[in-house]
């Protein structure tokens, strides 16, 4: 069978009346075009993966496809989405690793420039601080710091402008 836009969407649109040959013959012909789909955006070891999860996203939003419409940029869409998120993942995991040469490299530079921002910190109101070590040192959302210590969102984002402007005027004054 030739995977083309007719052919796919007929195919869905007798899936989503309950023809199970119709639904496998789908997924199989869904299933290669993902591959050539990502094949040109993913590393080979990630492809496998990336492809499953894109045809159990097509599974569970199979009652969302409307019969009106083309296939193909509906399943592209799916696509583009579960591509997008398996780099977050990546992105994510690469963060995380840690270079064995960084590891127990020469921290004194890091060690200085902490004691001297706590020292800044120290000429701030605490609300401020907080927001600031929340957001810009830890990587919390605004939300998460929000959550974090009781400050509306507004809040959050007014006390860091106020504390890194402070900061600002601090360093450039010494």
């Not at 409307?66 to 963060?95: C, G, K, N, Q, T």
Request: charged letters at 30%; hydrophobic letters at 45%; glycine letters at 4%.
């Amino acid at each position: 069978m030739k995977s083309d836009e007719p052919s796919l969407a007929r195919l869905m649109a007798m899936a989503q009346q309950g023809d199970r040959l119709a639904y496998r013959t789908l997924l199989l012909e869904c299933g290669n075009w993902l591959r050539r789909y990502f094949g040109r955006r993913v590393p080979p070891g990630h492809l496998e993966d990336l492809v499953q999860e894109t045809l159990l996203a097509l599974h569970h939003k199979l009652a969302t496809y409307d019969p009106d419409r083309a296939f193909l940029p509906w399943l592209s869409a799916i696509a583009r989405y579960r591509w997008v998120d398996h780099l977050r993942r990546i992105y994510r995991a690469e963060e995380t690793e840690l270079d064995e040469d960084m590891i127990g490299a020469n921290d004194e530079p890091a060690i200085a420039a902490r004691i001297s921002l706590e020292r800044l910190f120290k000429q701030l109101p605490s609300a401020q601080v907080r927001a600031i070590e929340l957001v810009k040192i830890e990587g919390l959302s605004v939300a998460e710091a929000s959550r974090a210590c009781g400050q509306s969102e507004s809040l959050i984002k007014v006390n860091i402008h106020r504390g890194l402007k402070k900061l600002t005027a601090m360093i450039e004054k010494a």
